[in-house]
């Protein structure tokens, strides 16, 4: 286990006990939830910022980064400027 798992760990023995300062924040995705984490609030980063993820118990064997999802759906605007003439056609619902 390296060294960014095992420090999480510790934070999360930390957290059952009330001794944690402030939330549970981590970068690693990759870290399986084990029953020992059920019913703790962990910020999880996407990518971009963190997203909040309360363990339950069917979590249990899921990765934490299944619950803290990477991309969002793309919203295009309006054609800008020096677009081509093709591209200013919009099609009506």
Same mark, same amino acid.
């Given at each position: ?8 760990? %510790? ?8 001794? #944690?300062?402030? %939330?549970?924040? &981590?970068? *690693?995705?990759? @870290?399986?939830? #084990?029953?020992? @984490?059920?019913? #703790? $609030?962990? +910020? *999880? /980063? $996407? ?5 909040? *993820?309360?363990? +339950?118990? %069917?979590?249990?064997? /899921? !990765? #934490?980064? %299944? !619950?803290?999802? &990477? $991309? ?14 093709s591209s200013l056609y919009v099609p009506l619902k």
């Amino acid at each position: 286990m390296n060294d960014s798992k095992r420090k999480l760990r %510790e934070d999360i023995k930390m957290a059952r006990e009330n001794k #944690l300062k402030g %939330e549970l924040k &981590t970068h *690693v995705r990759d @870290m399986i939830i #084990l029953p020992d @984490m059920i019913g #703790l $609030n962990i +910020k *999880v /980063h $996407n990518g971009k910022e963190f997203s909040q *993820v309360n363990i +339950k118990p %069917e979590m249990t064997g /899921h !990765y #934490l980064g %299944e !619950y803290a999802i &990477t $991309n969002r759906r793309v919203q295009h605007g309006a054609p800008g400027v020096g677009a081509s003439r093709s591209s200013l056609y919009v099609p009506l619902k």
